[in-house]
C-alpha cells in the first residue's frame, strides 16, 4: 500500500498550491467567505462606505483599516455559533485608502500633503473593532445592532493603570495625572483572556510620533532605544500629542497591553504597565495548574527579547469581577536562551541584579517605562524579531515566531542563521510542565524556507510539499486539538515565490516538522488572525493590505488606489479599492476543520 503524503500528519486537508495571483484560495472542500471589510457597517446606523467621500466620523461607525489580531469572545457558554469578534486595526496604507497619493509613475509617498481630515481618518480607522456574529445556517453574519459593539480608535479615552500609572514620566501638559491617555495605536497581535477580555498590543509606536526633543531632553537614551520619532504619519502636525517637541512624554503613553472589557461598550481600556513597554507584537496567555495566569510577550525588533507575565494573583473560574486587575500585579520576566537548549526566565524586578538605581532605574515604574535596557542590562538573549508566541494546553509546550532578521551577523543556538531571511520557530518546554516556571528547555521546530535551496538550512520535514514551506512566521494559533497554525509576513513573488499564507504545521509524533498549505492571501496581503474556534468548524484569518508593495509585483501593477492596481481583492469592482477584510472559512456541508 502506498504511504500517504504526510504520513502522520493530524491534518487531513487537501493542500492548497502555492502561488501569487489576485485573488485568495482555500483547500478544496471548504468555503472562505469575506465577513467585514474596511468600511463594512458596525452599526444599525453606520454609513455607507463611499472611498471617495470618507469621513472621520464615518470612519468611527465603521470597521476599521488593516485588520491583525482576530479573537472570539463567546455570548453563551462555550458558543462557537455567537459571539462578539475582536479585531485589531493595526495601521493605515494611505496610498491604498485615498485616491491620488501615488503618481502614476510611483513617486514617493510623503506625510507632506497630508491634511487635518486625512489625518483624522487614519486616526478613526486605527484601535480595534468589537462586534457580535452569529452563525446561522451554517454561515456567518454580522449583527450590526449588536448591544458590545464598539469601535475602538486613536481617539478613544484609556487609563493607565499598574505600578508606571501616574508616574512624572507618563505626565503631560494634557495630562497631569499621567494616567489618562487617548488611543491606542499599531496594535498587531493581542489575545483574549481566560477571563474574556480583549488584548490589544501596542506595536510599532514609534512611526506616529515627529518634531525633535528638546536638546538633553531626559527621555533622549530611552526614544532612541524604540526609535522614537519615525515620523512615518502626519498626526503630529495637527495634533499636538504626536510630536515631541509640544509633548516630550507622550511616547511613554505609548507601547503598552491594553485590555478592553468587552462586555461594557463604555468601559475604559486600561495600558496594563505591569506587563512592560516595547514593541509588543501580541499576548496570548494560558491558567497555570497553580491558578496564576501566564502571558507571553514578543517585541517584535531585530535583536529584542521574548517575555513572559505571570500574575501575582490566581485566576477566579467563577467570578468574572475578581479577575478584571489581575493584570495589575505579577512578575515580567525576560528570555536568556542557553547553548545547551536551557531557557532562563530573568525576573525584572526593582532591586533584583543590574535593576537599581546606579542604573537609573529608581522604581519598578523606570524598568516598565525602559524595559528593553532593562532587558540589555539581563543580557537576555537578542532574537531574530519575536512575533506571535503561543502556549499549548495540549501538549503543554510553547511556539514561538521568530519571523527574520537580516541584519544577524552572528548566529547563536537560538538564532541561529546568519542574515536570517526566513524566520524560524522555537518550541520551549517550562520545567516540570509548570508555565510560570523560572527555567525550562527549548529547541528549534523549524528554520522556514525553501528546503530545495540547500544553502537556505530550512529543516521542514521531507513529507512537505513544494506548497508546503513557508518563510516568515508571524502570528500564530492552536487550535482546541492542540495542532499549530502559522499565517505568514512576508512571502511574495521575489522572496519566496508564494504569497502569504496560513499553513498547518504538526509539531508531534512522525510528522513533527511537517508543513501544509490551508490558506493563501491574495498579491500583496499579509496573513492575520488566524483563530480556530473551540469547536473546529470555522477558522477566520484577516487578509491585511491586499494589493501593498513595490518592485515586488513586477507582473502585477502598481500599489495605488486606482491606477492600475495589482487587485481589486474582495470587490473586485473598478471603483473600490482594495480593502482589508476578516474572512470566515468552514467546511462546506459543514464539519470540523481537518
Ligand atoms: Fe505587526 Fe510584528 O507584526
Ligand atoms: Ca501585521
Ligand atoms: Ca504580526
Ligand atoms: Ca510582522
Partial sequence: EAKAQGAGTRFDFTEVEAGVDATHHVAEGYDAD???RWGDAIFADSPAFDPTAQTAEKQARQFGYNNDYVGFIPLEDGSSEHGLLVVNHEYTNEHLMFPGIVTVNGDEITVADADKARVDIEMAAHGGTIVEIRKTDGKWQVVTDGANNRRITADTEMQMTGPAAGHDRLKTNADATGTKVFGTINNCAGGVTPWGTYIMAEENFHGYFMGELPADHAEAANYERYGVPEGSYAWGNFHDRFDVSKEPNEPNRFGWIVEVDPMDPNSIPKKRTALGRFKHEGAESIVNSDGR????LGDDERFDYVYKFVTAGTYNESDRAANMDLLDEGTLYVARFDEDGTVAWLPMVHGEGPLTAENG??????????TRRAGDLLEATKMDRPEDIEPNGTNGRVYVMLTNNTRREEADAANPRVNNAFGHIIEIAEEGGDFAATSGTWEILLQCGDPSVAEVGATFSTETTKN???????????DADGRLWVSTDGNSPKATGRTDGLWAVDTDGEARGTSKLFFRVPVGAEMCGPLMLPDMQTAFVAVQHPGDGGEDWEGFGRP??????????????????????VVAITKQGGGRIA
Fill in 361 to 370: 532605574f529608581e522604581s519598578q515604574a523606570d524598568i516598565l517605562i525602559e
Fill in 560 to 581: 495605488s488606489y486606482y491606477e492600475d492596481p495589482s487587485t481589486r481583492w474582495p470587490d473586485f469592482d473598478d471603483a473600490m479599492p482594495v480593502r482589508p477584510s
Fill in 34 to 36: 469575506v465577513l467585514l
Fill in 293 to 296: 495566569v501566564v502571558f507571553y
Fill in 468 to 478: 508546503g514551506w513557508f518563510g516568515m512566521p508571524d502570528n500564530c494559533a492552536v
